[in-house]
């Protein structure tokens, strides 16, 4: 079946470490994405890509990167330039058109 | 630009009472309309969506939705609510055309279901 695989389900981080968070699919689709999500606050848009080799920033870009290199991956990097990076991380994909997104099962990063 | 409005934070309801989750929205043409579910540490799973035809949308789980242009709004409904309806609901909405990927979503509605 096809969809989309984040991992790990659980990380941790200590204070001045980078890490990378996984976000692969095998639906064939253009775009991915990648969101925030903190209690009370909704889903905020990190990065988005539409095509390989291309992305750009969304809401809350800052102290995060994002690479493309495939159609299949859209990794997030969490940096140490982020001050406040305990939270649930999602990444989605999407076609052009009346579909809407497939979300993986999420993240969830926590500093100690 | 689009946007979505869900201006309950959360919504109590008991269980085998009708439930509505409110959601308006505003986007330049016709829109593409979605509901997801959240339950806890999962991501979000599709439950419906409105792209034309009939105002009335079927869903997942026994839900159905409401399109209404002229309140630009998509509510949320179900007849009779289970305590397992108890989630994070979000609405979103996409605009026409072509080139068009993006969702924009709603802040999400706690439902809670008591038994």
């Known amino acids: 079946d096809g969809g989309i695989t984040q991992s790990p389900k659980y990380l941790f981080r200590k204070e001045g470490q980078n890490v990378t968070l996984s976000c692969e699919q095998n639906l064939n689709h253009d775009a991915m994405y990648w969101y925030r999500q903190d209690p009370g606050q909704g889903l905020r848009l990190i990065y988005y890509s539409q095509i390989v080799n291309d992305f750009q920033k969304g809401d809350i870009a800052e102290g995060y990167s994002v690479s493309r290199e495939k159609k299949e991956s859209f990794p997030l990097t969490v940096t140490s330039a982020q001050k406040n990076p305990t939270a649930f991380y999602l990444c989605a994909s999407s076609i052009e058109g009346e579909r809407g997104y497939t979300f993986g099962s999420g993240t969830r990063l926590t500093v100690v | 630009a689009q946007s979505v409005a869900q201006p309950e934070d959360q919504v109590n309801v008991a269980e085998g009472n009708p439930l509505t989750v409110k959601c308006t929205y505003s986007v330049s043409g016709n829109p593409y309309l979605f509901w997801y579910v959240q339950y806890p540490n999962r991501g979000l799973q599709f439950l419906l969506k409105?792209?034309?035809?009939?105002?009335l949308v079927k869903g997942s789980y026994g839900f159905e939705a409401e399109f209404n242009k002229s309140q630009t709004s998509f509510h949320l409904k179900k007849p009779s609510a289970l305590v397992s309806d108890s989630a994070l609901y979000f609405c979103?909405?996409?605009?026409?055309?072509?080139?068009?990927?993006?969702?924009?979503f709603g802040k999400g509605t706690k439902l809670s279901v008591i038994p």
């Open positions: 979103a909405v996409r605009g026409p055309g072509a080139g068009s990927y993006q969702l924009t």
């Open positions: 409105y792209i034309t035809g009939d105002n």
